[in-house]
């Protein structure tokens, strides 16, 4: 590798001189932010006469003649590129003064353009296929042709107008261009191109995770198959999941490996999954899942009834159960599951969540549930349940954070919980209630969210006096107990229109409530009077309307052979009362009769990974430094030749204690180290 400070119009000069951008690059993003301050610093360049203005760097690698494939820098180049076609379009049009006569053929032919080649790869920019496209269209002037919306195309007409209107002339500008000076580091045949271009986007250079995965599976492969590749898999991952691939990638990891990556560590996760992998049948998979997250984000259409129950889960806003969405759409494609128990399967996990949320009951679990939710149905199928039996035991036998509320809690949530400050849960939640499962549908989601429809206070946010005379003396705590139960709220499109009026105004008046046809407006039309008694009848009905939606499940299978609890240490759970059979750490199960032989067997291994920090732990002054000590204590252990370990505290202690210890260790996480429990 070599590199040195050049003008980077001189890179450009040259008949022969091509600059590729390899298929396995990012588009061309940059935006009009830094259109506009690569123009604002050259016109600076002029005004305070300065030689040179520092560009960044170029890295390439030259395949043969002086084609030059680009590693890194091609936002800077095309920029620059796209800039010099601006200035050529502008003198072309007159619309900038000119000094000298040969300007124009100049910059054409030493930067944009090889007089010579009549092909189409005339062009000294080779950009990745839309880009390409959209250039071309460009270089061409047929603005009909344009590719709208490419950032190609935005950048050249905003260049357009900002030489229309600056104050510096043709040859100013030119000159201004030719002082960008970059370092231009050109790789050796035997550089490992990979290697080097994971360094120089290591320090925060704006490479997605999926960027950094689509360049580590085509970067080293021939130019032919990178296209073929590119073409047959990637642009069609990249379509189907809407281009967010780190966040497709992301879910297909935790559902093969039954671990969510942190997502700035997705492109490491998934080299550590690929290697030893053979690339092409890697990525018919990834095109497979791909489909998969294109149905579950909306992108691809399926049958309606699928296509329905992924909508209602996609309203909730919970991507955490994407995972467990990809397992069991691949389940039920491979012919394990029938469309009618897939949709059903789904209706389970959309009740498991709402049910949750009514309920108040955070989400810190829900990583660890659909990681593994079903690969716990699997083991009930194998012992001989039905998929949509097993799915609802693996729910309803979690506990604590984790678990499916009843009816009980339901309820009692349902009735004290304020349904109206619920953001975009309302999409969801009045959705359901006017539709449920009717086939003549009220789009309610797109008029909520274009505001064609609103959440409606019958008795009113601000209590006019004859709204308190109405409710009568208890208006205070009724207007305080009641104005955001679900009792007291309704959808309507005349919001503004009702303000503050009274009761009968509202259900009489012109599209008042005698006059909706939402089902959700029903009992309100026939009402005569609001008040508590009206409320809490409401209430009730909207009650049984949530039963009806969202039922209590039960199952009838029971596994045959004794189960054990499964949590990780990250997890928000009691362990009080919980016996141990079995711990899994760094991927190795290992039987444990008690919790001071899993203890033991944890420390010694963390031990083997890092000694110094458990020394570093041990001689604080901190929890659980009085743990541990230099000399052999009685009914404790050694971890090494000289330090012991002292067991005796209760069991949230030692969960403690292996927290504070792996939090403290980078090459180990929380979610590596779980256990196996049953009951005292």
């Not at 505290?649 to 260790?665: Q, V, W």
Request: proline share 3%; charged share 30%; with cysteine.
């Amino acid at each position: 590798m070599r590199g040195d400070a050049k003008k980077l119009t001189k890179m450009l000069q040259g008949a022969n001189t091509r600059f590729v951008i390899p298929i396995y690059q990012r588009n061309y993003d940059w935006k009009r932010e830094q259109c506009q301050r690569l123009f604002d610093d050259l016109e600076d360049v002029i005004h305070e006469h300065r030689q040179s203005h520092f560009f960044g760097s170029i890295v390439s690698q030259s395949d043969y003649d002086d084609r030059r494939i680009l590693i890194d820098g091609q936002q800077r180049i095309t920029t620059t590129y796209l800039l010099l076609a601006a200035l050529l379009e502008q003198i072309r049009q007159n619309h900038i003064e000119v000094n000298r006569a040969s300007l124009y053929d100049f910059i054409r032919y030493e930067y944009l353009v090889d007089r010579y080649d009549e092909s189409d790869q005339k062009l000294k920019l080779k950009l990745v296929k839309d880009d390409q496209n959209a250039l071309t269209q460009v270089m061409n002037g047929n603005e009909e042709n344009f590719v709208n919306g490419s950032n190609i195309t935005e950048n050249y007409r905003y260049f357009l107008d900002r030489i229309a209107h600056t104050d510096l002339n043709a040859d100013q500008l030119k000159d201004a261009i030719e002082s960008l000076e970059v370092i231009d580091i050109r790789l050796e045949p035997d550089d490992d191109a990979q290697l080097i271009f994971e360094s120089l986007n290591s320090t925060g250079l704006g490479l997605s995770e999926g960027d950094k995965i689509r360049n580590f599976i085509l970067m080293n492969l021939p130019e032919a198959e990178q296209e073929t590749y590119y073409t047959k898999y990637w642009n069609p991952i990249e379509q189907n999941t809407d281009y967010d691939v780190s966040a497709f990638i992301r879910d297909y990891l935790t559902s093969r490996t039954r671990r969510t990556p942190v997502i700035n560590r997705v492109y490491p996760v998934f080299r550590k999954f690929a290697a030893n992998r053979e690339m092409e049948p890697l990525l018919q998979e990834l095109l497979k899942f791909s489909e998969y997250y294109g149905f579950i984000i909306g992108r691809l259409h399926t049958d309606p009834d699928m296509e329905n129950a992924l909508h209602r889960l996609g309203l909730l806003e919970m991507g955490v159960v994407n995972p467990f969405l990809l397992s069991v759409l691949e389940y039920s494609d491979s012919g394990y599951l029938s469309r009618k128990d897939l949709v059903s399967a789904l209706d389970t996990v959309e009740n498991y969540l709402f049910r949750r949320w009514v309920c108040g009951i955070g989400t810190n679990a829900l990583n660890k549930v659909f990681e593994d939710l079903h690969y716990e149905a699997l083991r009930a199928v194998a012992d001989g349940a039905e998929y949509l039996e097993a799915l609802k035991y693996a729910l309803l036998r979690r506990e604590a954070s984790s678990r499916f509320p009843r009816d009980e809690e339901f309820k009692q949530a349902y009735w004290n919980r304020n349904f109206y400050t619920i953001g975009r849960k309302r999409l969801y939640l009045y959705d359901r209630l006017e539709n449920s499962d009717n086939v003549e549908r009220v789009n309610i989601v797109t008029m909520l969210e274009d505001g064609v429809l609103s959440v409606e206070h019958i008795m009113p946010q601000t209590l006019s006096r004859q709204w308190r005379k109405s409710l009568g003396e208890d208006a205070s705590s009724i207007h305080k107990e009641w104005l955001n139960r679900m009792g007291n709220l309704t959808l309507t499109g005349y919001n503004s229109q009702y303000s503050n009026g009274e009761f009968l105004e509202k259900r009489d008046c012109d599209h008042g409530f005698a006059d909706s046809g939402l089902k959700l407006n029903r009992y309100v039309a026939n009402c005569d009077t609001w008040g508590r008694n009206e409320i809490l009848q409401r209430q009730e009905l909207i009650w049984k309307r949530f039963l009806t939606i969202w039922p209590q499940i039960d199952t009838t299978y029971h596994p045959t052979v004794k189960e054990y609890e499964q949590h990780t240490l990250d997890e928000d759970f009691d362990y009080r009362n919980r016996k141990i059979a079995a711990y899994t750490s760094q991927g190795a199960r290992h039987p444990a009769k008690t919790w001071v032989e899993a203890i033991q067997g944890v420390l010694v291994s963390l031990y083997e990974i890092a000694p110094a920090t458990i020394h570093t732990i041990a001689d604080g002054d901190r929890f659980p430094a009085r743990y541990f000590s230099h000399t052999q204590v009685n009914r404790g252990f050694a971890v090494s030749n000289n330090l012991w370990f002292n067991p005796e505290s209760n069991t949230p202690t030692k969960i403690g204690i292996m927290r504070r210890i792996i939090e403290k260790i980078p090459e180990v996480e929380n979610t590596d180290l779980s256990f196996e429990l049953y009951d005292e």
